[in-house]
Each structure stands twice: as structure tokens, then as C-alpha cells.
């Protein structure tokens, strides 16, 4: 199983080939991963990341499958309330663009650490996991 990058991180699109660049926001990212998880394309990794403080950068990059299969419908009830927590989260908060360039090298590990975790499980069923047990290497 291979995987593919949403992202709105330049910095990740001009260092993978496997990229679905977003000229957006994060939320925008979010969307675009619900689309391709309703068509039926696996979710990898875990929509939001595990800080609060993360969701104030303004970019997002998420690893999901590249064939279509059968709809799940846990991922899909994942990424639709990741979308809605994201928004209720940030609705009082203000981003911080001052501090856009720190904001993309760290999503840019985190993703590194994902595509490693994801690797070196070599186990191409690891996203029909539920509860939560996608890959957690985000901060």
C-alpha cells in the first residue's frame, strides 16, 4: 500500500512527488481529505494533531491511500467531527502568520515521523483500525 500527501506546506510539496497540494488553508486541507475519504480513498493519518497549539499554523499535511475502497464509515465520521472540532477550536483563536515559517518545518517532521511510522509497520490493513488508532506521531 502506498500513500499519497495532502498539504498546503510548500515546503512539503517541493520535497515529495506523492503530493495533492492545497493553495488553501488548513481547514481547506481538512475538506479536501473528507472528499477523497468519502470516494472511498483510506485515511493514514490522524486529521488533527494532537496539540492545541499546532492547530494555529496555518498549514496541515496528511497521509491517505491512493486506490479507492469500499467507504469506511468510522473514517468518515473521523474526519467529518476532526472538521467540525477544528473550526469550533479555532473560532476564537488567531492564527499566528508571524510565525508561518516555524509553523511549516514543524509540520513537515511530523509528517516525516508519520510516513516513518507508517513504513516501518509495513502492514498494509493498518488504517481499518478504529478508536483512534491511526498513526499518533503528530505534536
Not at 11 to 24: A, E, H, L, P, T
Not at 57 to 64: D, E, F, G, K, Q
Not at 112 to 125: F, G, V, W
Request: some cysteine.
Amino acid at each position: 500500500m502506498s500513500y499519497r500527501i495532502v498539504t498546503n506546506n510548500p515546503s512539503v510539496r517541493d520535497s515529495y512527488k506523492n503530493v495533492i497540494f492545497i493553495d488553501g488553508t488548513y481547514e481547506d486541507v481538512l475538506v479536501k481529505v473528507r472528499d477523497l475519504v468519502h470516494s472511498g480513498v483510506e485515511l493514514i493519518d490522524s486529521p488533527l494533531g494532537a496539540s492545541i497549539r499546532m492547530l494555529l499554523s496555518p498549514y496541515r499535511s496528511i497521509l491517505v491511500g491512493t486506490e479507492r475502497q469500499a467507504m469506511n464509515a468510522d473514517q468518515i465520521l473521523l474526519i467529518e467531527q476532526s472538521i467540525l472540532n477544528y473550526r469550533t477550536l479555532t473560532q476564537r483563536r488567531n492564527s499566528e502568520p508571524q510565525h508561518a515559517n516555524d509553523y511549516a518545518v514543524v509540520d513537515k517532521a511530523l509528517l516525516e515521523a508519520s510516513i516513518q511510522a507508517y513504513e516501518d509497520m509495513k502492514c498494509p490493513t493498518h488504517s481499518k483500525f478504529t478508536g483512534g488508532e491511526f498513526l499518533e506521531t503528530r505534536a
